[in-house]
Nanobody, 123 residues
Framework: QVQLVESGGGLVQAGGSLRLSCAAS????????RGWFRQAPGKEREFVAG????????RFADSVKGRFTISRDNAKNTVYLQMNSLKPEDTAVYYC????????????????WGQGTQVTVSS
């Protein structure tokens, strides 16, 4: 059974940092591009960041460029999202996803999803 499990969410003050992790099991995800999305209450799920299968290519939403980084450790089947300089508007449930081709902005094109982890940024 394929599983993606996110961790690392929580409550942080504006300007603070969090690191999210997404561990995969049930399949070797080194052949999958990985992405992070988020969904705030009343809003659609939106792309945050993505990383290619090899890790040599990354992509970010304009809203997080310069503040967030994405990385992966294929030996551990894990992808990370380092979030710095957090803002209240970053508050959302963050989801990781996997896709058996390249990174895309479109959530519907990802093959596997985690259950999400809540990130709350207080002002």
């Amino acid at each position: 059974q394929v599983q993606l499990v996110e961790s690392g969410g929580g409550l942080v003050q504006a300007g603070g940092s969090l690191r999210l992790s997404c561990a995969a099991s049930g399949r070797t995800f080194s052949n999958y591009a990985r992405g992070w999305f988020r969904q705030a209450p009343g809003k659609e799920r939106e792309f945050v960041a993505g990383i290619s299968r090899s890790g040599d290519s990354t992509r970010f939403a304009d809203s997080v460029k310069g503040r967030f980084t994405i990385s992966r450790d294929n030996a551990k089947n894990t992808v990370y999202l380092q979030m710095n300089s957090l803002k209240p508007e970053d508050t959302a449930v963050y989801y990781c996803a996997a896709r058996h081709t390249g990174v895309t902005l479109y959530a519907s094109l990802y093959d596997y999803w985690g259950q999400g982890t809540q990130v709350t940024v207080s002002s």
